[in-house]
């Protein structure tokens, strides 16, 4: 069993250059460092946005509700390379590879066999549209969050071009956000860049999970014997896993495969093991699979998590581009990754069993945030 909380956040992203046509995905558990990084404001970023001609970057849009560093790269290198990547049938990525050769044809410098193509903004967004309905990624709780009127109108063009439609659960909003504007540090006279307000606002700690957690470890520590409310046996608390309901005033709790085999009835998909969502049994509101492993996580296995949660924090610099410290300091290992031009997916490396770092798997069902 995984001896650490799903994480609080990852998400994929979409830069796009102020000055030049470049753009570049990656991936982060925290947008407003990253884009810091890129933008040369801090220590870090990568090598193919380093150049200045290409600063500032702006951040267009993320996709966010990913389960662990692993399945955010997963995705990620699939949205770099969706000509190649074995999450999208074979018959449609040998089409899209056939594109790409007659590109590279068309293009007289030479190129290396295995560096990306150029790729407009566009097809970038097809791609994404697309990856969001295989049958890898399409139970996964993706919503995506644009930063870039202009973009965002791009985006609605391709999506009403598009055959099939973006499903229901897969919240889709915009956020107008300025560009990052040039400014000047008084107490360098450095030039920097601004971070925008939306993306630096962005919550990339457990704090949307505070209340929710208070009320769980309230109801399930007030009294040692609590009954599942679908099979109506005794949870015992020491072997079996209970989740409860997120809404205030419903004190529901049960067994986790009991509840998963009521969310998969309602979806009425037979093939699926993981729930999307549901209607809680207790009192018949809807519920997000995600929000309540996420939480059951938290309070079984991420006692450090809620230690730093529940301290009292200290006033944050004005300036400061992290928004939670204390997560970055407990979650080392959640760092940001370049993936390099030679990168390839490996089974043994990103494989859907290997998320480490959440409760995915218990008595033989797949659980997916």
């Not at 970023?45 to 702006?58: D, I, L, N, V, Y």
């Not at 190129?111 to 994404?128: C, I, Q, T, V």
């Amino acid at each position: 069993m995984a001896d650490k909380p799903v994480p609080a956040f990852y998400c994929c992203y979409l830069l796009r250059s102020r000055h030049r046509k470049s753009y570049y995905i990656g991936s982060t558990p925290n947008p407003a460092r990253r884009l810091a990084q890129h933008n040369g404001d801090s220590k870090g970023g990568a090598k193919r946005t380093s150049m200045q001609g290409k600063r500032p970057w702006e951040m267009t849009c993320v996709v966010t509700g990913f389960p662990s560093k692993y399945a955010a790269l997963q995705f990620e290198w699939a949205w770099q390379n969706t000509h190649a990547t074995r999450h999208i049938e074979r018959d449609i990525r040998d089409a899209r590879l056939g594109d790409l050769q007659k590109k590279r044809k068309a293009n007289a410098s030479p190129r290396k066999r295995n560096s990306r193509p150029p790729m407009s903004l566009e097809a970038r967004l097809k791609n994404l549209h697309h990856l969001l309905g295989v049958s890898s990624f399409n139970r996964w709780p993706l919503n995506i969050r644009f930063f870039s009127p202009a973009v965002f109108k791009v985006w609605d063009a391709c999506l009403a071009k598009q055959a099939t439609p973006i499903r229901s659960s897969i919240v889709i909003r915009l956020t107008p956000s300025d560009p990052p504007a040039a400014i000047t540090d008084p107490a360098t006279g450095k030039e920097r860049y601004s971070i925008p307000e939306a993306i630096r606002s962005i919550p990339v700690g457990y704090e949307d999970f505070k209340l929710y957690l208070e009320k769980s470890r309230s109801i399930l520590e007030e009294t040692s014997s609590h009954t599942c409310e679908m099979c109506k046996q005794k949870i015992n608390m020491e072997s079996a896993i209970a989740l409860v309901c997120p809404h205030e005033s419903c004190r529901s709790v049960s067994h986790i495969n009991c509840l998963a085999h009521k969310f998969l009835g309602e979806e009425g998909d037979r093939e699926a093991l993981i729930p999307v969502e549901g209607t809680c049994p207790g009192c018949r509101r809807p519920v997000k699979w995600s929000t309540m492993v996420t939480e059951e996580s938290l309070r079984s296995r991420g006692e450090k998590e809620i230690d730093a949660l529940f301290k009292p924090r200290r006033r944050k610099k004005a300036n400061s581009v992290s928004e939670s410290e204390a997560v970055e300091t407990l979650d080392a290992d959640m760092e940001d990754e370049e993936l390099d031009e030679t990168w390839m997916e490996d089974s043994t490396q990103l494989n859907t069993n290997r998320f480490d770092n959440s409760p995915y798997s218990h008595s033989g069902i797949n659980i997916t945030r």
